[in-house]
């Protein structure tokens, strides 16, 4: 018998509940499809982990996401939580960036694929949208999230504060790798974006980074100044295929890119480390002025599931199969309220959910 893949859930704050809950009928439709056997384990984390347990995220809630095969995550944070004391666990968002590093998950991948039935909906015109299909692969747990000191003082003249950002060459060649060998199984493209004229730590990832290249003689490598790339990826984002960054950078123009997109509900991602461990998530947030309305949208976190079913799983056929499915469902002309254009009734949450889990049957 085949043993059941263990899957713990956090869906945090916001509409965090019903997005993973959305994804997890998706799940659940996709494993019995592919013979799959789900044993969910859910936990709290973030703002609903600060009042029940009065921190983020309890030792005991990483521990048990060590034991699982991958981590099924919703969102977290909003105005109850923001007078919290900066970098201390009382902040909901401590929680996944404990999670991050805690559990070793240094790579963060976020498809950006444009599906035809969108085309229309995004911010750009047809011809700049149509066929896009990148992937960007962000350093997740170093840099100016992470480094120290990190802190905010007193000084004669007011406040002053300090991030600091830092890099080492493994930090920088394992991620390299992982984004080097996922570019083997794709088209055989890779930007590597930085700020070499400005950044040390950007001057140190170049380096790094041409050095990996030497190992991946097919795969063809260029190098961009972030200010660059970020005007090319509006400009002309099909001639983007793999793109690595670093932390911030990798945050701030993964957003830019949920324009291309449609919305920023719509983008999936996935943290990854070493092993097949991962931690499954929308990029949005916790959008607490819809939460409890039933209107947010789940595709990102259901194709995150997707990524799941794929990435920790092993299970291609599956993920395949949901992805084809929300490619169905948008092409029939649903649509949540972020993505609905004039004169376009929007359904809510649930509705998105039930029309992916019938087209999978």
């Known amino acids: ?23 997890r009928r998706v799940l ?33 809630t990483l521990r048990l996401c060590k034991t699982a095969d991958a981590i099924l995550f919703g969102a977290v944070g909003g105005p109850k939580w923001d007078d919290a004391a900066p970098q201390s666990n009382l902040r909901p968002g401590s929680a996944l960036l404990g999670l991050r590093k805690g559990l070793g998950l240094f790579a963060n991948l ?3 694929r444009v599906d035809p039935a969108m085309v229309a909906t995004s911010a750009l015109r047809p011809e700049r949208v149509r066929d896009v299909d990148l992937l960007v692969v962000r350093e997740l747990t170093g840099g100016l999230y992470f ?26 060649e394992r991620v390299a790798v992982r984004a080097f060998e996922l570019a083997r199984q794709r088209r055989r493209r890779l930007c590597s974006v930085d700020k070499a004229n400005i950044l040390e730590t950007s001057r140190l990832w170049r380096i790094v980074v041409t050095a990996v290249a030497e190992r991946y003689p097919d795969v063809a490598t260029s190098h961009m100044l972030v200010d660059a790339f970020a005007m090319e990826l509006l400009r002309r984002p099909q001639a983007f295929d793999v793109v690595l960054t670093e932390n911030l950078f990798g945050d701030i123009l993964t957003d830019e890119a949920s324009m291309l997109a449609g919305a920023l509900g719509m983008l999936p991602s996935a943290s990854l480390g070493g ?54 469902v948008l092409a029939s002309g649903l649509r949540t309220a972020d993505i609905a254009r004039d004169g376009e009734a929007p359904v809510g949450t649930a509705a998105i959910a039930e029309a992916v889990v019938s087209a999978l049957g």
Do not use: C
């Open 1 to 23: 018998m085949t043993a059941a893949a263990r899957i713990v859930v956090l869906p945090g704050d916001g509409i965090g509940p019903e997005v993973t809950d959305a994804a």
């Open 28 to 60: 659940d439709a996709a494993a019995v499809r592919a013979g799959l056997k789900l044993d969910y384990v859910v936990d709290l984390v973030g703002g609903a982990s600060v009042d029940a347990h009065g921190v983020a995220l309890r030792p005991q």
């Open 110 to 112: 976020r498809p950006v």
């Open 147 to 172: 480094s120290k000191p990190k802190r905010r003082y007193e000084t004669p003249r007011g406040q002053a504060a300090v991030d600091t950002m830092r890099y080492s060459t493994p930090e920088i």
């Open 275 to 328: 092993g097949t461990l991962g931690l499954y998530e929308p990029i949005h947030g916790s959008a607490p002025d819809i939460a409890g309305k039933g209107i947010a949208n789940p595709i990102g976190a259901i194709l995150s599931a997707a990524l799941l079913l794929r990435w920790s799983l092993n299970a291609e056929t599956a993920a395949a199969a949901v992805e084809h499915a929300v490619s169905f």
